[in-house]
């Protein structure tokens, strides 16, 4: 990178041209105002002198033209003066001067009379030899000096932070140390710099906490398909051993192993699959009927459960994926009844809350362990070590509904059982 392309160069040349324009042009300015009134105040002394010279001619009587060829001939200020106690005019321009071209003074002469004075105002062109001396000066220099001492701690206060987040994004990178923070001072600092320290934590947190899940679900997979091809194997290698009834037993356990393998393998594909999925917009639909197809297709496979429907009121409706919808409800249907002892009951309650669409599942189990419910919804933790699956059911839910914009609670509830509470937009944003 060249030197003019690093930024620190950029911010001080632009901040020194820009301060060294404008103290300048004020520096100028003001010589500019200074000069010009004291141009002006030596006029009206001048012209002051000469009008007293023509009042007391006219109040002695001099003869007009005679004064008049004295006047041209001196080469004084042409001026206009008008005896304010009777309005005479004893003296005038040669040409009309506009009214806004004219300034006026107002002067007493020497018999008490009293008379307005009126001269034109002196023209002050713009000098190419004065601007030039100017810019020469040693007001300009100094100028020059400290608008360079002033860009230059204008860009280090800028850059040196940002240099400072770029080597650590460098370390975070070279060192593949992802727990590293920004210093502390830096996203600490309440102005934009500071907040974007912040968001490189945020940044860095975040990436830190994808690569650990990443890395804790290859474990967790590799773990959970271990078993299933290590029971595959032993039964390969007893089956070359056996013959008959024994090879129908090993060949049923074969095919319920590579169903479990299967199962799982689909259950990873829809994890995999929710982020990548195309929300198509639908027009709303009534939600009661969507539920009660749900209510009845898991009461077939469940028939030693109670599932109960409760919706408020009827007239709910639904504008999202129904495909979404479908998956959310049946994961968590299914995790309630899986836990819920025979007999026992599931309530699945539809409410409307503000601009929300809340579905509650509660059951009558044993519920979660407290220290589990932070993490219910992270893929291959289960309720309950005992009870069979792969602890994805509740991550797909957990995907199925952030893809929708919405968010899910899990709870104990007091009188015993678990709840899960999932609460989606109304309308797709």
Known sequence: MRWYQHLYWKIFLATWLISAVLMGGLV?????????????????????????????????????????????????????????????????????????EIISLQIESETGQQYRVDMPLPEQPVHLERMLRFLLSVQM??????????????????????????????????????????EGYLSHRTDEIGELAREFDSMAGYVEKTLNARQNLLR??????????????????????????QINALH?????ECDQLAHLIDELMSLSRLDDMTLELQSPVPLKPLLEQIRQDYSLLYPDHQISLRIEPDSLTFSQSSVLLNRILGNALQNALKYTPVGGQVLLTAYRQGRQLCLA?????????????KDIFEPFVRGGSTQQGYGLGLSILRGAVRRLGGEVHAENLNEGGFRLTVCLPAEPA
């Open 141 to 182: 220099v100094l100028i020059l000096v400290m608008s360079a001492l002033v860009a230059l701690l204008v860009s280090y206060l800028v850059v040196r932070p940002v240099n400072r987040l770029r080597d650590f994004a460098r370390t975070l990178y070279d060192e593949q140390n992802l727990s590293s923070r920004t």
């Open 220 to 245: 967790d997979v590799s773990h959970e398909l271990r078993a299933p091809l290590a029971r595959l194997q032993v039964a390969a290698a007893i089956l070359e051993q056996q013959s008959g009834e």
């Open 28 to 100: 100028y300015g003001l010589l500019r105002v200074s000069e010009t009134r004291h141009w002006q105040d030596l006029l009206e002394a001048r012209a002051t002198g000469h009008a007293q010279l023509l009042i007391e001619r006219h109040e002695i009587g001099m003869d007009e033209p005679s004064r008049r060829g004295d006047d041209r001939r001196r080469g004084r200020i042409p001026l206009r003066i008008t005896h304010l106690a009777d309005g005479e005019v004893i003296a005038d321009f040669r040409h009309p001067i506009p009214a806004n």
């Open 252 to 256: 049923g356990q074969i095919s319920r």
């Open 361 to 373: 599942i509660s059951d009558d189990g044993p519920g979660v362990d407290a220290s589990l419910l």
